[in-house]
Antibody, heavy 117, light 111 residues
Framework: QVQLVESGGGVVQPGRSLKLSCAAS????????MHWVRQAPGKGLEWVAVIWYDGSNPNYVDSVKGRFTISRDNSKNTLHLQMDSLRAEDTAVYYCATFRGGYYSYWGQGTLVTVSS | QSVLTQPPSVSGAPGQRVSISCTGS?????????VHWYQHLPGSAPKLLIY???NRPSGVPDRFSASKSGTSASLAISGLQAEDEGDYYCQSYDIRLRGVVFGGGTKLTVV
């Protein structure tokens, strides 16, 4: 069955970097656009970044542009999110999710990123 | 402040029917882009509940239904069960923001 497993979260100081990964299995990874979606404590879901099925057209929510970089390795069925210059407001659970047809068919369990000194 | 507006909470007794609204604007729900709904239960990953305005993925009970009209959409849950307790989110695309947008989420309590 479809599995998305995020990793790489943790506690990091403001201004530092962290790289999240999402390991995909159970479906043809290279056929799907992939997104990162986050949920800050006590808040709702927020779209963070997108990358097309072939690795093209990365795009980001304005609040992370220039700081976050989404990438994928279709040969390894893996999605990444490089997060630089982290801020307290980036504290959230980060989910990777498949995207096709305008919606998210599958989600991972999420990985918690805490930005704190 | 989410682009799509949902009530913060709704509640109902077991067996009852509840409805969750999702209000947008001419740049999202008022376009040809569909609205989709997700269920987020405590300790679980979000789950696709409704796609394409009113379609249920395989495995989602027909107790869940949804509709869209103009710049609004709604999710209805009939025959409420205790396991339905959790958060529900609407989602669409905004042509002005050029990105995916979510509602703020609605917490469903089965009393």
């Amino acid at each position: 069955q479809v599995q998305l497993v995020e990793s790489g979260g943790g506690v990091v100081q403001p201004g530092r970097s962290l790289k999240l990964s999402c390991a995909a299995s159970g479906f043809t990874f290279s056929n799907y656009g992939m997104h990162w979606v986050r949920q800050a404590p006590g808040k709702g879901l927020e779209w963070v970044a997108v990358i097309w099925y072939d690795g093209s057209n990365p795009n980001y929510v304005d609040s992370v542009k220039g700081r976050f970089t989404i990438s994928r390795d279709n040969s390894k069925n893996t999605l990444h999110l490089q997060m630089d210059s982290l801020r307290a407001e980036d504290t959230a659970v980060y989910y990777c999710a498949t995207f096709r047809g305008g919606y998210y068919s599958y989600w991972g369990q999420g990985t918690l990123v805490t930005v704190s000194s | 402040q989410s682009v799509l507006t949902q009530p913060p909470s709704v509640s109902g007794a077991p067996g009852q029917r509840v409805s969750i609204s999702c209000t947008g604007s001419s740049s999202n729900l008022g376009t040809a882009y569909d609205v989709h709904w997700y269920q987020h239960l405590p300790g679980s990953a979000p789950k696709l509940l409704i796609y394409g305005n009113n379609n249920r993925p395989s495995g989602v009970p027909d107790r869940f239904s949804a509709s869209k009209s103009g710049t609004s959409a709604s999710l209805a849950i009939s025959g409420l069960q205790a396991e339905d307790e959790g958060d529900y989110y609407c989602q669409s695309y905004d042509i002005r923001l050029r990105g995916v947008v979510f509602g703020g989420g609605t917490k469903l309590t089965v009393v």
